[in-house]
């Protein structure tokens, strides 16, 4: 099922103004049911204006009404055309939002150090060098860029986010079992070479000692 394009405010506009389940919208807008629990109890850092889903042709009343009526029920989108895919460029933020593109990194770079530049940029739809400029602090709008969740500000899904940081815990921790093996590998060599460079002093000494003259 696709997915709002603006899951966090879609929902925000499905919690205000209908009775659907929690549970309902979070399917619906690809989020947890958690999260959207949170915006119910206004508990999430970043206020968002609704998105009204009807009326940006992505549901029908009418399905509103039925699920409304059933909390078994699931939401389903107006189908339209397909989306096109995504290619490997940076991802579109509507203009909007790309204000917020600055407090999402450094909220990135504080509570997931373990992303690299290039996961972020791609994430967020941003530049390394932008990240740079965060990251020690030359950028030139620092003491204006306060850390905010990008899934708050609409910037990336919870799921794209949960995705790319176990990528990156996996990529972690084979860098350090092959940095492990690496050093026992070291270890072993250099024990290797000790037992090589003493051997060939015991084979000299021992070919030294038979050829000294026979004591008269």
């Known amino acids: 099922m696709s997915q709002p394009l603006m899951p966090f405010a879609t929902a925000v506009w499905l919690v205000e103004n ?11 807008c690809g989020l947890h049911q958690l999260e959207v629990q949170a915006i ?8 968002m204006v609704g998105i009204d889903p009807v009326r940006a042709g992505q549901l029908t009343m009418t399905e509103v009404e039925r699920c409304q009526k059933d909390p078994a029920a699931r939401l389903i989108p ?24 600055p407090d999402a990194i450094a909220w ?32 030139w709008n620092i003491q204006a860029i306060k850390p905010q969740d990008p ?5 990336c899904s919870q799921r794209e986010l949960d995705a790319l940081v176990s990528q990156a815990n996996k990529d972690r921790a084979a860098a350090n079992d092959a940095a492990i093996v690496d050093r026992e590998t070291a270890v072993l060599e250099e024990e290797l070479r000790k037992l090589r460079a003493a051997t060939r002093r015991a084979e000299a000494e021992a070919a030294a000692s038979t050829d000294l003259p026979p004591e008269e």
Do not use: N
């Open 18 to 28: 209908t009775s659907l389940t929690f549970q309902q919208i979070a399917d619906f």
């Open 40 to 47: 119910a109890d206004d508990t999430v850092q970043t206020k």
């Open 78 to 101: 107006v189908s339209g055309p397909e989306q096109a895919k995504r290619t490997k460029g940076p991802r579109y933020t509507p203009v909007s939002r790309r204000q917020d593109k």
């Open 108 to 139: 990135l770079l504080r509570y997931h150090p373990e992303l690299k530049d290039s996961q972020i940029a791609k994430l967020i739809g941003t530049t390394k060098h932008t990240i740079t400029g965060i990251r020690d602090k030359s950028h």
């Open 151 to 155: 899934v708050a500000l609409g910037l």
